[in-house]
């Protein structure tokens, strides 16, 4: 059975950062992709970041770029969305999710406010 598990969360002043850990098991990990999604109330889930099964390529919605640094471990199964010079506007609830598969994980919620 696939599981995705985030945690890391929280409330964050900004300027702060946060260490979002996704937490896979019930697949092999290590082949596939690997992708972060946020979502605030009434908007769509909106991918904030990716990385390759191997880990040598990343890509970063706008946003997020040169603020958020996505990294996995294929021998933990784990990827990580290290969130730094956090703004209000990252404010969501943030998932993972694996590419070409349609399993979600509970997410965890980021708060960034003073």
């Known amino acids: 059975q696939v599981q995705l598990v985030e945690s890391g969360g929280g409330l964050v002043q900004p300027g702060g950062s946060l260490r979002l850990s996704c937490a896979a098991s019930?697949?092999?990990?290590?082949?596939?992709?690997m992708r972060w999604y946020r979502q605030t109330p009434g908007k769509e889930r909106e991918l904030v970041a990716g990385?390759?099964?191997?880990?040598?390529?990343?890509i970063y919605v706008d946003s997020v770029k040169g603020r958020f640094t996505i990294s996995r471990e294929n021998t933990k199964n784990r990827v990580y969305l290290q969130m730094d010079s956090l703004k209000p506007e990252d404010t969501a609830v943030y998932f993972c999710?694996?590419?070409?598969?349609?399993?979600w994980g509970q997410g965890t919620q980021v708060t960034v406010s003073s």
């Open positions: 999710k694996a590419t070409a598969m349609a399993y």
């Open positions: 990385i390759t099964s191997s880990g040598i390529s990343t």
């Open positions: 019930g697949f092999t990990f290590s082949i596939y992709g």
